[in-house]
């Protein structure tokens, strides 16, 4: 079970928010790259970074922020990274300075066709990033619910070839209330590619708790409000996803 220490980035700080609310951030750095090289002397194996500036225009702006997380890392571990990609450039772009791993969240269900060239275009290198609430995908910051069944969705974009889903319950993340351990598991059974869980995870009850079904397909964990507030210690937690994968 990999553990994914998540850096949110607004205004070119570290925060995070309460269900996707730009307007309920919590400032938890103003140095986003020292907060990488904390994750990475933890013991961290990946990072999650979320441009939410950019969520919002469409467009990457927090770029300085980027790569001096890329800096501090210095291709030691990978580095993934979702908010504001609507197009191939982007993607390019993010990859060319040493992003492993770009997600693509509100464009590909908007434009499935773009999710698939990107597919195509950078194979290995692209992850939805799935959204819902009572089974309905959420798109636009979580903004707008739409008539589309997660399940279905993740079906069709498994087949365009993305190489995980990163699955969020909006109505928990950032509120401390524990992962939708049903819903995820439904959502893993569904597909045959990865899933990582994301949205409510606490303390070590919920790694514990997604330990126990790693084997249905889940691949991954990203945490967030936990680390930060100290409800979860990262070592810890890792540690234990660790024993608890060999045993």
């Known amino acids: 079970m990999l553990l994914i220490p998540a850096i949110d980035l607004k205004d070119g700080h570290c925060v995070r928010l309460r269900q996707g609310d730009l307007g309920d951030a919590t400032v938890f750095s103003e140095e986003p790259a020292a907060m990488a090289a904390q994750w990475l002397d933890q013991g961290a194996r990946r990072l999650h970074l979320v441009d939410l500036n950019g969520a919002v225009a469409g467009t990457p702006k927090n770029q300085a922020a980027i790569k001096a997380i890329l800096a501090e890392?210095?291709?030691?571990?990978?580095?993934?990274?979702?908010?504001?990609?609507?197009?191939?450039?982007?993607?390019?772009?993010?990859?060319?300075?040493?992003?492993?791993?770009?997600?693509?969240?509100?464009?590909?269900?908007?434009?499935?066709?773009?999710?698939?060239?990107?597919?195509?275009?950078f194979p290995g290198n692209i992850i939805v990033g799935l959204d819902a609430r009572d089974g309905k995908v959420a798109t636009d910051g979580w903004s707008k619910l739409t008539r589309h069944d997660v399940l279905d969705i993740a079906r069709k974009f498994e087949d365009y070839g993305c190489e995980a889903i990163i699955y969020t319950d909006i109505g928990r993340d950032g509120m401390l209330s524990g992962v939708n351990i049903e819903a995820t598991v439904k959502l893993a059974r569904h597909v045959n590619i990865p899933i990582i869980a994301s949205g409510g995870v606490t303390d070590l009850s919920d790694i514990e708790a997604l330990c126990s079904v790693e084997d249905e397909g889940i691949e991954g964990a990203i945490l967030g409000r936990s680390i930060y507030e100290g409800t979860l210690d990262f070592a810890a937690a890792q540690e234990l996803a660790d024993e608890r994968s060999a045993s």
């Open 73 to 121: 890392v210095d291709d030691e571990i990978p580095v993934q990274i979702g908010g504001g990609i609507r197009d191939l450039n982007t993607i390019e772009r993010y990859l060319d300075i040493g992003i492993s791993y770009v997600i693509i969240g509100t464009a590909a269900v908007k434009d499935p066709g773009f999710l698939r060239d990107a597919c195509s275009a």
